[in-house]
């Protein structure tokens, strides 16, 4: 990832600023935040609501973080509640496992989300089963935060979405929030949990700005949206497709076609009423990932809503994906990566049944 700008970093200086501000002042409402900012302010409140809450992470400490969203909470509470760790994804779930039996939340840091395949032993044979290994007397509150996706112009390892490796797995909880006002609650939500979370953050939204309710959450931490309503195609996703779709249907809208834009928030459990409640509506669905197709959340999601709304639909349920191929180089992730125009080529198909 490229050094940030001088515009950048002064873009974030004032966004600390304002939160900072706001919370002194006792004046919350609704302020404009990136999302990677809004995951700062939402850790910050966190941290201040209950000392057993602590992060750890490679280089999240005074550097606060690769992408900066752990900026200036270690000037703020300190090397004990804000630690960097060594670079060893297994140790520090393990770490995070031993504190959880101790009554500590940690929050941990996946630097980058092909990094997390390190620790897949121990958050898939040990974190997912402790709670159920010792009938219900364990929790886990232990949140894994991944930024991951495409779209930043970086290499294999880098921009990767392995969302489905554990959302498959039983015993898990699996969110990733689409927007900053979602992110800064859902992080919050997501901590308060006695069950493991793993927290998928779209690298790609991290920067821009949208309306954060300070005072209002709006959605439980599992609930699914529509973010956009329609009458003729059901289009959903989640993290960073979500703001794909609603470029499409900006598009189609200009071509008479009416879409409507399901964001999921939730991977595992998964909230299918509103998403079953639009397609008995447009009787047509299609669903859009960045990860891979085979096997996948998108799978899971055609599966379940063929199954449940059989009779509404006026066509298969269609699927729109990144290719089952290792990503490529940075060169060819437009190619790789679902577009607005892949999304509407995959409308089109089911208009036309």
Same mark, same amino acid.
């Given at each position: 990832?490229?050094?940030?700008?001088?515009? !950048?970093?002064?873009?974030?200086?004032?966004?600390?600023? #304002? /939160?900072?501000?706001? !919370?002194?002042?006792?004046?919350?409402?609704?302020?404009?935040?990136?999302?990677?900012?809004?995951?700062?302010?939402?850790?910050?409140? #966190?941290? @201040?609501?209950?000392?057993?809450?602590?992060?750890?992470?490679?280089?999240?400490?005074?550097?606060?973080?690769?992408?900066?969203?752990?900026?200036?909470? $270690?000037?703020?509470?300190?090397?004990?509640?804000?630690?960097?760790?060594?670079?060893?994804?297994?140790?520090?779930?393990?770490?995070?496992?031993?504190?959880?039996?101790?009554?500590?939340?940690?929050?941990?840091?996946?630097?980058? %989300?092909?990094?997390?395949?390190?620790?897949? %032993?121990?958050?898939?044979?040990?974190?997912?089963?402790?709670? *159920?290994?010792?009938?219900?007397?364990?929790?886990?509150?232990?949140?894994?935060?991944? &930024?991951?996706?495409?779209?930043?112009?970086?290499?294999?390892?880098?921009?990767? $979405?392995?969302?489905?490796?554990?959302?498959?797995?039983?015993?898990?909880? *699996?969110? $990733?929030?689409?927007?900053?006002?979602?992110?800064?609650?859902?992080?919050?939500?997501?901590?308060?949990?006695? %069950? &493991?979370?793993?927290?998928? !953050?779209?690298? $790609?939204?991290?920067?821009?700005?949208? &309306?954060?309710?300070?005072?209002?959450?709006?959605?439980?931490?599992?609930?699914?949206?529509?973010?956009?309503?329609?009458? %003729?195609?059901?289009?959903?996703?989640?993290?960073?497709?979500?703001?794909?779709?609603?470029?499409?249907?900006?598009?189609?809208?200009?071509?008479? @076609?009416? =879409?409507? /834009?399901?964001? +999921?928030?939730? =991977?595992?459990?998964?909230?299918?009423?509103?998403?079953?409640?639009?397609?008995?509506?447009?009787?047509? =669905?299609?669903?859009?990932?960045?990860?891979?197709?085979?096997?996948?959340?998108?799978?899971?999601? #055609?599966?379940?809503?063929?199954?449940?709304?059989?009779?509404? =639909?006026?066509?298969?349920? +269609?699927?729109?994906?990144?290719?089952?191929?290792?990503?490529?180089?940075?060169? +060819?992730?437009?190619?790789?990566?679902?577009?607005?125009?892949?999304?509407?080529?995959?409308?089109?198909?089911?208009?036309?049944?």
């Amino acid at each position: 990832m490229s050094a940030r700008t001088e515009e !950048e970093t002064h873009v974030t200086d004032v966004a600390i600023d #304002a /939160v900072s501000a706001a !919370e002194t002042s006792g004046v919350r409402g609704v302020q404009t935040l990136s999302m990677a900012k809004a995951i700062t302010a939402g850790l910050r409140e #966190a941290l @201040r609501a209950d000392e057993k809450v602590l992060l750890m992470g490679e280089d999240i400490g005074p550097l606060g973080g690769v992408f900066r969203v752990t900026e200036g909470l $270690s000037a703020e509470f300190g090397d004990k509640r804000v630690l960097d760790t060594p670079l060893a994804e297994s140790g520090i779930v393990g770490t995070a496992i031993g504190l959880a039996m101790r009554g500590y939340r940690a929050v941990i840091e996946i630097q980058f %989300d092909g990094f997390i395949f390190p620790a897949f %032993d121990q958050i898939t044979t040990q974190l997912a089963r402790q709670t *159920v290994r010792h009938d219900g007397t364990v929790s886990m509150p232990i949140v894994i935060r991944v &930024p991951y996706g495409g779209h930043i112009g970086s290499i294999e390892h880098h921009q990767e $979405s392995p969302e489905a490796y554990f959302a498959h797995t039983p015993g898990l909880r *699996v969110v $990733s929030p689409s927007n900053p006002h979602d992110a800064y609650w859902m992080i919050q939500e997501a901590i308060q949990s006695d %069950d &493991p979370v793993l927290f998928f !953050e779209p690298k $790609s939204r991290y920067w821009p700005k949208g &309306p954060v309710d300070l005072d209002h959450a709006g959605l439980p931490l599992h609930a699914s949206r529509v973010m956009r309503p329609g009458t %003729d195609v059901t289009v959903v996703g989640h993290g960073a497709m979500v703001a794909t779709l609603l470029q499409a249907a900006d598009i189609a809208a200009n071509e008479g @076609r009416s =879409l409507e /834009v399901v964001d +999921l928030r939730s =991977l595992s459990p998964i909230d299918y009423g509103p998403l079953l409640d639009s397609v008995h509506r447009t009787g047509r =669905l299609v669903v859009a990932q960045e990860a891979y197709g085979n096997v996948s959340v998108g799978s899971e999601i #055609a599966a379940t809503v063929a199954e449940r709304a059989f009779y509404s =639909l006026e066509a298969p349920v +269609l699927r729109v994906s990144g290719f089952d191929t290792p990503f490529p180089p940075a060169a +060819l992730e437009t190619e790789y990566l679902p577009s607005p125009d892949r999304v509407l080529e995959a409308v089109d198909r089911a208009l036309a049944y």
